[in-house]
């Protein structure tokens, strides 16, 4: 199966900060997906995003198919956006078809 | 449309039970499949169902089981349970697959004692 790495496990910011976050998978994908969990457990999707960039209010999210990786990014971070951020992939046939995902970005905006 | 429901949101068990969970997908969507959130492993994929037959499965003992129904309607089965199930299970549903954005349930809380 495809394998998923998310960086920096944690990370800590003031808020109106500024922010990255990285997943980096190790095959091709045909979905991408960046996920926020909320406080109740209930995964909220930010982003479907196998390739390309996508922009969405001070969220966006950019996916280099070629180069296996994806980036999150979060700008003037307030503290409502604190809470776990998930990349999970999905390929095509055998083992690569299953969502798997990362383990996650805990993120704490501090205010 | 109404979102993907999942029932129970709570439940608590003793180990040897077994214990039923029940996903309701997105009207019109008929992929359906299903996670396992703990501490220790993260969250990982179970298996996922479309229209009735179970396409792919996770490295899960067999006492892990599901089946869908012809509404796309699903349900996990974990029989003899164990300490360890002790999880929050998700289910997610698609129209076609996993190779499309994912919608997420809130999630069923199981507590196995």
């Known amino acids: 199966g495809i394998q998923v790495e998310q960086s920096p496990p944690d990370l800590i910011l003031q808020e109106g900060a500024n922010s990255t976050l990285r997943c980096n998978f190790s095959d091709s994908v045909n979905n991408l997906q960046w996920f926020h969990q909320n406080p109740w457990g209930q995964l909220i999707n930010l982003f479907y995003?196998?390739?390309g960039t996508k922009q969405n209010g001070r969220l966006s999210a950019t996916t280099v198919a070629t180069e296996r990786y994806s980036l999150l990014y979060i700008s003037s971070s307030q503290t409502t956006v604190s809470g776990v951020y998930f990349c999970?992939?999905?390929?095509?046939?055998?083992?690569?078809?299953?969502?798997?995902f990362g383990k996650g970005t805990l993120l704490t905006v501090n205010p | 449309k109404a979102g993907v429901t999942q029932t129970p949101r709570y439940l608590i068990k003793t180990r040897g039970q077994q214990v039923t969970l029940s996903c309701s997908p997105i009207?019109?969507?008929?992929?359906v499949s299903w996670y396992q959130q703990t501490p220790g492993q993260g969250l990982q994929f179970l298996f996922e169902?479309?229209?009735?037959?179970?396409?792919n499965k996770g490295n899960f003992p067999g006492r892990f089981s599901g089946r869908q129904f012809s509404n796309s309607r699903s349900e996990m089965n974990v029989s003899t349970l164990e300490l360890g199930d002790s999880a929050l299970y998700l289910c997610?549903?698609?129209?076609?697959?996993?190779?499309?954005?994912?919608?997420f349930g809130p999630g069923t809380r199981l507590l196995v004692l």
């Open positions: 009207s019109g969507h008929r992929s």
């Open positions: 999970a992939v999905s390929g095509s046939g055998g083992s690569n078809y299953k969502l798997t």
């Open positions: 169902y479309f229209s009735e037959t179970q396409r």
């Open positions: 995003i196998p390739s």
């Open positions: 997610a549903s698609s129209l076609l697959g996993l190779g499309e954005t994912q919608y």
